[in-house]
């Protein structure tokens, strides 16, 4: 099956640095990926449709300067979180279709900011 | 506005009984609906789909779900539980269209399977 993957798998920060995360889909090509976040005991909710070649498409409410995506490759996305702030500490999992409308999605990364 | 309610936060049962896990949605267009099914602190593993064709899609792992388009419902079953069943589960909506590839997820069910 489509396995993508996320580095770092946790992450644990200062207040006001910034931090990044990958996004890769090991055995396919995707030119769009999904990044959700994940707060605890809650559902995973949609940040932003990362498009290769092009500039990310962020959901309403989501700040696009304080959370960077960069579609370098057919396989890779990455998701930086710039002057992180505790609130931002979360789950923050990718996701890439295949085949049509099934999104496969990595393992997450969580993040803790102190 | 597309939405999906799952019903329950919380199912306990007993291994080897019925697990039935509650979805339903609210939508203007035929959607494509999804159960996934998560781990702690591991990502989502895709259970099953319904992309409209056949309304009972049967899935990995024993589980099926039945496509009720009367009832706006996708309710998620398997017949006898086992403990490795126990995760939290998300039943999840795409509209398609201009919208293609998103998920709106539900706020997901916490299956408990006791001995």
């Known amino acids: 099956g489509a396995v993508v993957s996320q580095h770092p798998s946790w992450v644990i920060c200062k207040s006001g640095t910034s931090v990044k995360i990958e996004c890769r889909s090991l055995d396919f090509q995707a030119t769009t990926m999904f990044w959700y976040r994940q707060f605890p005991k809650q559902s995973l909710m949609l940040m932003a449709t990362s498009n290769e070649g092009s500039k990310a498409t962020y959901e309403q409410g989501v700040e696009k300067d304080k959370f960077l995506i960069n579609h370098a490759s057919l396989t890779l996305s990455t998701l930086t979180v710039t002057s992180a702030h505790p609130e931002d500490s979360s789950f923050y999992i990718c996701?890439?279709?295949?085949?049509?409308?099934?999104?496969?999605f990595g393992p997450g990364t969580r993040l803790l900011v102190l | 506005a597309q939405s999906v309610t799952q019903l329950g936060s919380h199912v306990s049962v007993s291994e080897g009984a019925l697990v039935l896990l509650r979805c339903n949605y609210s939508s203007s267009v035929p959607p494509y609906l999804f159960w996934y099914v998560q781990y702690p602190n591991q990502g989502l593993q895709l259970l099953l789909k319904?992309?409209?064709?056949?309304?009972l899609v049967k899935g990995i792992n024993g589980f099926e779900a039945e496509f009720k388009k009367s009832e706006t419902s996708f309710h998620l079953t398997k017949p006898s539980a086992h403990m490795s069943d126990a995760a939290e589960y998300f039943c999840a909506f795409n509209a398609g269209g201009t919208s293609y590839g998103k998920l709106t997820f539900g706020q997901g069910t916490i299956l408990t399977v006791h001995p």
């Open positions: 319904y992309t409209s064709a056949a309304t």
């Open positions: 996701s890439a279709p295949l085949g049509g409308e099934t999104q496969y």
